[in-house]
Structures are given as C-alpha cells and as structure tokens.
C-alpha cells in the first residue's frame, strides 16, 4: 500500500520523505490556505522534493474551465496529478486531461457510483473520505470495500486512494481491505510507530539497564576490527571481514 502525504508543508513532507516513506502527496484549496504558500510556488517545491505524484486541485467549477486550469498545474512538473472534484463536469474533464495522458485525482468521492463513474472516465486515483462519512454516522470504510470489490468485478486500474483519513485504525483497516493508496496528514503517519506497549517496554528497559551501571553497548562499533557485541566484552576479530549483521556477526 503507497502512502501519500495529505499537507503542503514542505517540513513535513521532507521529514517522512528522508524515512522512505512518501510516496505522494495530496493538497487541496483548505491544506494550500493553512501553507500560507502561493499555490504554484508550494506545489513546484513538493513536486521537486517528492519523486511520486502530488495532486494539486483545481478550483474551477466549470467543465471547460477546470481543463484549461488542469494544463497549467501539469505544466508545473511531470508528477503533478490534477485534482478534480467528483462532478458531472469534473467527470468531463477527467475524460479529457486523462485521454491527454495526464493523471488525474477525482476527489470528493462519497459513494461507489460516484466511483464507477470516475474510473469509467479514465481516472487514475479515485479519493474517497473515510473520515467525513464518518463525521455523519456513515462507515467509510464500507465504502472502500465496495468500491474495491466493484473495482476488481471488472478490472478497472483506477487506483483507490483512501482520503480524509483521521486515525491509525483508519489506514490498517484500509490496509486490511486492500486500498492501493491511503492519503493521511503527517501527524497519523507518524503515529503508526507508536503503541503504549512499546513504550511500557523501552521505560522498563531503560530503568533495567541504568540499574547494570554500564554506559553504552555500542562502543567501537565503527570499527570493524574491533566489534562488541554484547555488554559483556569486546570481541577482537584480526583482519576479519563482516560479511552479516543478524543478530551476530559472521566472518569469512
Ligand atoms: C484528500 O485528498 C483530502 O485532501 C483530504 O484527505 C481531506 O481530509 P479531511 O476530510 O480531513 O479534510
């Protein structure tokens, strides 16, 4: 499953982008206005920063107009995705900017027609909002289910891209039903390491180990001629070449 990243804060972007673990990024009018950024000026950065598509949403409402607003944002960099709202006119012009050979981001996607339709029209990424359904009592990950399941009935390539995700319970469940990408604001990606066992067993570790009065167990671990492998010694290995590190070291 891609992880895209649902921001246009370039720190934050570059921070999981270092980790290997942004493979996209989604913006939208609201995400551009929190930036304070100019949209064009913020969308060049990411596009440079990230190697994967980064969908930048058109305002117009208008078939024609939403086309020629399209073009712009694609010529901002190869990985722009256009973003496009799920209307009859942003229907139309996923038809046009997809036969172009543009991706195209349809977004706003509340139900599994509205995602048979985008995917008809070419779409390369359908958005649907977990997170806003839920908002109204509606289980959005039904949603990612049967779009999924219709998906896969005929074949279609659109890619779900699960959007307005809001927790950690969110994108495993989406993982679990087989989304292609979910969308979700650093903060949530950044959480997925985290489980209050984890660190209930690091606190215990640490207190164990102040008690051994010892300071560090990496000591001369640069050194490949002189590996310590436990707290218990230095282990010597004259002109030995570590071939492995798994758990111990191997020498040829
Ligand atoms: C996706 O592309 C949208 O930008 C985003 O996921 C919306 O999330 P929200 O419902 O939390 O605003």
């Not at 000026?41 to 409402?61: F, H, M, Q, R, W």
């Not at 049967?146 to 307005?164: C, Q, V």
């Amino acid at each position: 499953m891609k992880f895209f990243v649902d921001t246009a804060e370039i720190d934050a972007i570059a921070e999981l982008n270092d980790l290997g673990m942004v493979d996209g990024v989604t913006t939208n009018p609201s995400l551009i206005l929190k930036s304070g950024r100019d949209i064009m000026e913020v969308t060049k950065e990411i596009c440079d920063l990230v190697d994967g598509p980064v969908s930048a949403e058109v305002v117009a409402l208008e078939a024609d107009a939403m086309i020629a607003e399209g073009r712009e944002l694609a010529k901002i960099a190869e990985n722009i995705t256009v973003k496009l709202p799920l209307t009859w006119d942003g229907l139309k012009a996923c038809k046009v900017l997809s036969s172009e050979g543009k991706m195209v981001n349809v977004t706003l996607c509340f139900s599994a027609n509205q995602a048979l339709l985008a995917a008809k029209a070419g779409a390369t990424f359908i958005s649907p909002f977990i997170g806003r359904l839920d908002d109204i009592h509606i289980d959005g990950l039904e949603l990612i289910e049967d779009i999924r399941t219709i998906y896969d009935n005929y074949g279609f390539e659109t890619e779900i891209l699960a959007a307005s995700i809001r927790s950690i319970n969110h994108v495993q469940d989406c993982a679990r039903i087989g989304a292609d990408v979910i969308t979700a604001p650093p903060d949530v990606i950044k959480k997925l390491a985290s489980h209050p066992l984890t660190n209930a067993g690091l606190e215990q570790f640490m207190k164990d180990w102040a008690k051994t009065g010892e300071k560090s167990c990496r000591t001369g671990f640069s050194d490949p001629s002189r590996q310590r492998i436990s707290g218990s010694g230095i282990l010597e290995i004259p002109g030995a070449r570590v071939r492995e590190w798994s758990g111990a070291l191997l020498r040829q």
